[in-house]
């Protein structure tokens, strides 16, 4: 141990990002001039000195076998003098300096399985979260929906006919990992019972006071159970956020019967034209229905259609919604209002509609 | 449920080696966990914030903040990662006898 | 090595359809790798049941850390014994995602040898993520990642890993250098990022411009979004060609400018750019012909989170506009500031956009010096409820 | 009757200057009533030391109700007795405050008669205040009051008196009639009115479309607000004339519309319908050329207060759209369960606004038995914190 | 007293006002075709029938004597066959059917020096409240400060010249008798003192529970004090508002060294254009200077002159400020920045600048 | 500070006529400081409204809502306003002996 020790380096960093710039970006870089989008998933990008740099982009499903990891590699050898980036979408991105190569790359992509496009005003690849591949606290998979939602929509990927960008995300749970609270669509994996007490491990699981603070509603009291110190839940108080769970295993949410998915609209994060804005419900709930979520797919087809149809040029989903009213977009989309859509959280008094515009 | 030996010295831990029933704990104990956390020595220092964090923990019930520890023992992080190479968390309240600190990963 | 095949009828149904199948990848992974096959199982009991099985949590690390890795045990070990331990590793990637196919390989190997042979390019911090694997392999993959000159994420209550849009790389638009930051300021706070101290946890990320293109504004404790002070830079041919080109300048560019600071006259295009907020529509829209001005820089803003637990937050402006060029100075004494005041009044698992909606952004601005200006708020209060600290006492007669 | 004059050097200083003077008012009234005499020496007072000279509360009235008047006491009585009693009257006034020269001069009369002879034409919340009095003269003024056929308005935890813009007595753009409404109200709750029972107050104001020319939305907990469902009444050949007369419609009037759903061509103004959001603008600004649609009624909305304790509200939409004509007995069964829910469950000192967001809108609507609509938001919740109330049990299998 | 009783009357509701209605409104009632505005404080309606009813809107101080009203209704008999109303910000208007009357009916009211005026784009009377004349709770006077700024702005009541309405209201407590917190310009009455309990009478005069829950701060607690149940401050949570005042006599707020006088701006009421707003922060504090309030005057005078020199044509103060953003706002005004102005109350979060939306 | 007499009743009220020291309060009072809110006698329906309201106040510390006055003495509103013509808070509460109730007027 000792021995590994003395040789141990650590907080070393990540690698300098120069060694893996191409010799066009280090010329050029922070020299660019234009960009344009010469077809969907391929960008070129013109230098003040000319200099042209090809990007294309594919869809990557995010999770990713080191052999599918080595055929990228390849792909960047045989393409682009072996550069490639992930963007903040996941998407595989090759860096090509010869035109030419352009098209051949895109053949083998689509051999491979790999659709070439979400740029421009397309739908980009599906941001999202563990489920259960991975997570503790899941309520849905992840990597399922996306994969049903993006067979129904790569049409959208791999076209730029959409009014504007529109960007969808996934988290299993409210934790949210990833930014879908600020998505055009977002799917949400929700809790919908609350928290069935261990009460045997507690104790030695949990810190009890962390476990009574964590809950925000106060649905959370301390209480003795057989003489064991242990918590209680006040049913009606909870709202399902699973915090408690977050600081202590032994409060259980994850239940089949009643998790499932909500979906949400409207959010977004540029700054272009409108201010960044929240996601807000669409939809509460949605059935857990593997492997495919036909419910899921059909409810999201639906709103980019809606959308799609209604929307002016460069609208986004939330301010083409704010253009229309949510009383029109419930119309168009057909989807049912309900109690659970208005908030009762603590600044609900302010999305209370507190004016006369209205469409009658 | 696993059991962990180690000389006289056995204890029902979980899977990351924490003890299921801390009212078990005693100075045996602890330096028989040290060991898995790459604790050659108990030492003076060690014992400190051993003792440190079981004092809290039976005061308020729960860990004490990282920030709290290094103030009150007069130990740096640094410090602390030295006796403790995994740890506060992990390697501190383990050989403590304290609940597994769950909260933010 | 699993001797025959897994029965999974549910996950196949996940090979089908034109998108990338990652049931097609953990299947590749799978052949030659028993914790990817048991992780197949796992998952395909879990799409029968409609329920993870992953305990919670995990605490595992490789010595002298605090995190980077996220220990994870199956609650089926027995029917799973290979994902019994499946812990994930955060590898804190370069800088904009770039990559050679040869370090990529090399990462692979690691990974080979060491792990499920899965990963996720990248996880939703930015980390490359390498998932599942066992508490013996920690060390022994540490050890060649550090060889290989990469070393662990952040995970706890760190700095998390940080990361940016690929900026001056590959965008005209970068107000200033996202990777140089993103780089010095992952090198600057290394033990900050390993060695959890907080409150909870931080995040910084960094957008070249307010297109965004990292959500900084929506997931970082700090968002650094570059912008300008100066006229936005226009090329009257271009805006010419555009025109010609059949483009609608009154409607889709001047109608939806949100300052309503542009005019059109059929020929040229007139911005008061005083009142121009730099929103970026009009230059998303017609790269060729406008780009941000010279005079460029950032916008800091702090704050933003996820929902738990007291409802999701976007960043709020605290510094409108800064020059931001190494060495950082003015930034890190503010960043050192905001951590000092954090740490020390913060209460366990609070993020510091809720510290600040607790403490007062006024109070909170005070404390860590900044003055109060007004470009922090959307608007001025709108209660009248105004905390006065001081108050005249009657002795004190020239009140 | 005062001897000599007093001495007020400081209100003096109101007398001078363009706008009608209250201090003129208050002089005018001291010449012959000995209240508002020493109500001028206090004022003096209080102008001088900067502070008001009245003792809080007092609990006074007429027989039979339990509101109506304001008590009043000096906390100087030695000094200015006859302002030691000094409480304020609540005539209810008539609807849209018309008045007969006739009848005002009988309503002087008896305050000359009984109290201060100062009157406030009209208190904020639409009553005919009588401003002073002592409490031996309360029962004999109602009584005269009474006679003339007037009565007391509200005060205390009870409906307090309705008002409303004069609507269809003056104004062409009156969407339902708003006096008729109001009479009937006042008349409907004479009991409520007076005896209040209430966990606080209750308003209802009454504006005849979105101009809301009493302030409906900022001050009643009930606003009824007049608008229409159908296409706007458009006279083409007076929007021309306006036109002729150098008003820029595109840019006054299309460009100012919130909903976007205006199109001129130099021509014709083209509004759809179906888009717009009846906010009145462009009526307002052509008053001639555009008028509200024909199927006209109100939108009903629900709990604006000011902002003692939680901070105010503005009302928010509960039925989007009613017909509102005699005998109003869909409005009088919806406030009657509103009041039973409220009543039943509100806290003391809880306004509906502040009850509803306790209880949450999605509760209160199921207990007064209306449907939620999306017209009820501004927008659905954002934050993903829905309180399900059933969940399905394991034995229940079919879930 | 029971002879008196025997003779009472109640619940009679005031009288029908189909009683003061002018013939011209009884024949026209409902049936107005469109309205001019003549002049300033001069409109015509004009009905279907083609019958004119002409409004002259002149100003009132609100606090009238009898001999002011008698003398209004002088001029009704004189002018508009006795018909006159008031209006809901106070003023008084005469009613009149021959067009001829207006401008002798004018001349009397200027020699009353009552101005004509407050119409279309002009500045009407200040909404107010009581003050120092009636109430107990008030911070400041509100006639004074009325009758001081309206002499300094009487000319934009008897103008149209402004961009559009401008709405002044005025409250002397946090109260906020009239919606003040809904104005182009609100003058609000503030305390800066925690309350001064008196402990001698607080039992006596209070319920100790509801003072303690009055306050939404937490700030009151129940004590007892030399062996009396009474209540104490912690005075660093105090925000003034006075709630527990309100409820218990004994909690005194009033307070000549640190009482004064905060100015908001931007609200409004009217679905025209833009929803309704609330006001917002614009002067933390003036001091009270009676008899003329300088500082407040200038303060008004000071944001009027700066919205009327540049907002668009239609444009309230809030909706000025909204276009042009509150740097500016508080860069052409000329007002101070301060701590005070960010909100710090329940849903001070909502109210920070969140989008990179800014001028600089 | 006024006081009030009435028979053998002399106590110390404010200008609404409330009493200051409540601890001195009997029925004599009661029926005294009743004739003040025009109330005739005091019937049995005038004591359960009494001592309703002591009690509720006794265990609160503060007045109950009129609501609640009606709901536990089963008396309509009208029939509170018939036995105390000046109302619960004015009439009512004052025989009562209760502190003067503020809040909203
Ligand atoms: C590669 C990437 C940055 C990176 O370092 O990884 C990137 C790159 C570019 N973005 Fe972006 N954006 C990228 C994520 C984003 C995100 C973040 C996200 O989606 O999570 C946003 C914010 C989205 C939101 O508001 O919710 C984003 C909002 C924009 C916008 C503003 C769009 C809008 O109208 O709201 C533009 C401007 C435009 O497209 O006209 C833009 C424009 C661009 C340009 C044109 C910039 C340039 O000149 O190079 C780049 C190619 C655009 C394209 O894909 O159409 N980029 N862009 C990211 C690609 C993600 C992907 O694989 O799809
Ligand atoms: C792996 C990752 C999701 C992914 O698949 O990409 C992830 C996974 C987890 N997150 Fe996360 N978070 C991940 C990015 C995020 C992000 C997005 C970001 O960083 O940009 C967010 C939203 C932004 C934010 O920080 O608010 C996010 C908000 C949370 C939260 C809510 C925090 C909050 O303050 O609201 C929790 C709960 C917690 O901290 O206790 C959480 C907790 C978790 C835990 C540790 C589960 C838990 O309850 O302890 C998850 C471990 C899953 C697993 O078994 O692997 N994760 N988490 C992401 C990290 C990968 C990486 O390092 O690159
Ligand atoms: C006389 C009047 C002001 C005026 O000069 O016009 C007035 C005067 C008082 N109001 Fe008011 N309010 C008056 C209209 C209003 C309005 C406006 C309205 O009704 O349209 C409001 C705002 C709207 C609302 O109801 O929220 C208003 C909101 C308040 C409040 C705060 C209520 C809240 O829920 O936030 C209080 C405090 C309270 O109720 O305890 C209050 C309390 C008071 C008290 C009774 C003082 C108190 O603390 O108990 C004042 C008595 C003053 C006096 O001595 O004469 N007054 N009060 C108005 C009634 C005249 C009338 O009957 O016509
Ligand atoms: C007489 C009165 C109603 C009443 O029954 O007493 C009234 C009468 C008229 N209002 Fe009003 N409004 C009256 C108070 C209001 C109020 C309430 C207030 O000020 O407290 C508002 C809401 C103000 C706000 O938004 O803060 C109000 C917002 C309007 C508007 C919308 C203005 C805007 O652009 O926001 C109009 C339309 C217009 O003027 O073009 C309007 C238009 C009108 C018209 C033209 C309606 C008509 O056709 O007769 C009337 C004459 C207008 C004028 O004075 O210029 N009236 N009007 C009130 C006169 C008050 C006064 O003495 O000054
Ligand atoms: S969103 Fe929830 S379930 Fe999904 S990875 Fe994050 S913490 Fe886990
Ligand atoms: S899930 Fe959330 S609301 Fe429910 S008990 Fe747990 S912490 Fe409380
Ligand atoms: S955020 Fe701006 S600078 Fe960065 S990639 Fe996007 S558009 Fe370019
Ligand atoms: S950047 Fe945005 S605000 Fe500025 S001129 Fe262009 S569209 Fe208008
Ligand atoms: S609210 Fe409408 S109907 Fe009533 S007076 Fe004002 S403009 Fe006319
Ligand atoms: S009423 Fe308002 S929303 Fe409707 S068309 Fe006119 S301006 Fe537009
Ligand atoms: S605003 Fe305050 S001080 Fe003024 S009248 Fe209303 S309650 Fe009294
Ligand atoms: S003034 Fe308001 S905040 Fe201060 S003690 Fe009284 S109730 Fe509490």
Same sequence: chains 1, 5.
């Avoid at chain 1, 918590?231 to 709202?239: K, N």
């Avoid at chain 3, 996202?178 to 300021?185: E, G, I, K, P, V």
């Avoid at chain 3, 820089?297 to 409108?320: D, F, N, W």
């Amino acid at each position: 141990m000792a021995e590994v020790k003395a040789k141990r380096k650590t907080d070393i960093g990540p690698p300098h990002y120069e060694k893996f710039l191409p010799l066009i970006i280090k010329e050029n870089y922070g020299k660019w001039k234009y960009h344009e989008i010469v077809k969907p998933g391929v960008m070129v990008t013109v230098s003040q000195s000319g200099a042209r740099l090809y990007t294309v982009r594919a869809a990557s499903p995010r999770l990713l076998s080191i052999d599918k990891i080595r055929t990228y590699a390849d792909l960047a050898d045989k393409y682009s003098n072996g550069y490639l980036r992930f963007t903040s979408r996941n998407n595989v991105e090759f860096l090509l300096t010869d035109e030419s190569k352009i098209d051949p790359l895109i053949a083998d992509l689509r051999v491979l399985g790999h659709p070439v496009g979400g740029m421009a005003n397309s739908i980009s690849s599906i941001v999202h979260t563990q489920g259960w591949v991975h997570c503790h606290s899941a309520a849905t998979d992840a990597s399922g929906i996306v994969k049903s939602v993006m067979d129904e929509l790569v049409g959208y990927f791999t076209d730029m006919k959409l009014p504007a960008k529109l960007r969808i995300a996934l988290a299993c749970c409210l934790n949210m990992c990833g930014a879908v609270h600020c998505s055009d669509i977002a799917i949400l994996g929700i809790h919908r019972r609350p928290p069935k007490v261990d009460r045997t491990k507690l104790k030695a699981m949990c810190e009890i006071p962390s476990v009574v603070s964590a809950c925000p509603t106060a649905a959370v009291r301390p209480a003795t159970i057989d003489g064991v110190p242990s918590v209680e839940v006040i049913e009606e108080r909870c709202m399902f956020c699973a915090n408690c769970y977050t600081v202590c295993p032994a409060m259980h949410l994850n239940d089949p019967l009643n998790d499932g998915v909500s979906i949400w609209v409207g959010g977004k994060v540029s700054n272009a034209r409108s201010e960044p804005m929240f996601s807000k419900l669409a939809i509460p709930f949605l059935p857990n229905n593997p492997p495919r979520w036909p419910e899921v797919v059909d409810a999201v087809r639906n709103l980019v259609e809606v959308w799609a149809k209604n929307a002016r040029k460069y609208e986004r989903m939330g301010e083409w919604i704010n253009r229309i009213g949510w009383p029109r977009f419930f119309e168009l989309t057909g989807i049912p209002f309900q109690k659970e859509h208005i908030d009762d959280f603590k600044h609900a008094g302010l999305t209370f509609k507190r004016s006369t515009h209205l469409t009658h | 449920m696993q059991t962990f030996e180690y000389g006289s010295v056995k204890i029902e831990v979980d899977e990351d080696g924490f003890m299921q029933k801390p009212e078990e704990w005693n100075e045996e104990v602890a330096k028989a966990l040290a060991t898995t956390e790459d604790v050659k020595e108990m030492t003076e220092a060690h014992w400190k914030i051993v003792y440190y964090l079981r004092d809290y923990y039976k005061k308020y019930g729960i860990a004490p903040m990282v920030r709290k520890v290094c103030k009150e023992t007069g130990f740096s992080l640094k410090e602390i990662y030295d006796l403790y190479p995994s740890g506060p968390a992990k390697g501190a309240c383990k050989v403590a006898g304290l609940a597994k600190p769950t909260g933010c990963v | 090595m699993p001797e025959k095949k897994r029965k999974t009828p549910k996950l196949d149904e996940l090979e089908k359809g034109a998108w990338p199948s990652f049931v097609k990848e953990i299947k590749t992974a799978a052949e030659k790798n028993a914790m990817a096959d048991d992780l197949l199982g796992q998952l395909e009991r879990s799409y029968e049941e409609k329920i993870g099985h992953w305990k919670h949590g995990g605490i595992v690390g490789v010595l002298g850390y605090g995190g980077g890795v996220i220990g994870r045990y199956s609650d089926l070990p027995e029917e799973f014994p290979n994902v019994s331990h499946f812990h994930t590793m955060r590898i804190n990637q370069p800088a904009g995602w770039f990559y050679t196919s040869d370090v990529l390989r090399k990462l692979c190997d690691i990974w080979e040898k060491h792990g499920s042979g899965l990963t996720n390019m990248h996880g939703s911090t930015g980390d490359l993520v390498f998932l599942g694997t066992k508490t013996d392999e920690l060390e022994p993959t540490f050890k060649e990642l550090t060889d290989l000159g990469f070393d662990l994420g952040g995970s706890g209550s760190d700095v998390r890993t940080p990361s940016c849009c690929c900026g001056m790389a590959r965008c005209e638009w970068a107000c200033y250098d996202t990777m140089a930051l993103t780089y010095f300021l992952t090198m600057h706070y290394q033990d900050e990022l390993h060695r959890p101290a907080f409150p909870y946890k931080w995040k910084f990320k960094m957008s070249g411009c307010p297109n965004d293109c990292v959500a900084a504004i929506a997931r970082s404790d700090m968002s650094i979004i570059g912008t300008w002070r100066d006229d936005i830079q226009m090329d009257k041919a271009a805006v010419t060609e555009y025109a010609k080109s059949g483009m609608n300048i009154q409607k889709d560019v001047v109608g939806n400018c949100p300052a309503k600071c542009m005019e059109w006259d059929g020929k040229e295009i007139k911005i008061d750019n005083k009142a121009c907020v730099k929103c970026m529509h009009c230059i998303n829209a017609m790269p060729k012909a406008l780009s941000p001005g010279k005079d460029r820089g950032a916008c800091i803003l702090i704050g933003a989170k996820a929902p738990i637990v007291e409802g999701a937050l976007l960043s709020s402006v605290l510094i409108p506009f800064i020059k931001l060029e190494p060495p950082y100075t003015e930034l890190i004494e503010l960043v050192g500031k905001i951590h000092e005041v954090w740490s020390e009044n913060g209460k366990n698992r609070e993020r510091v956009g809720e510290f600040i909606q607790r403490v007062g952004m006024g109070n909170f601005l005070e404390a860590i010096g900044v003055e109060p200006i007004p470009e922090m708020v959307a608007h001025p209060r709108e209660n009248p409820y105004v905390f006065y600290e001081e108050y005249f006492e009657e002795e004190d007669n020239n009140g």
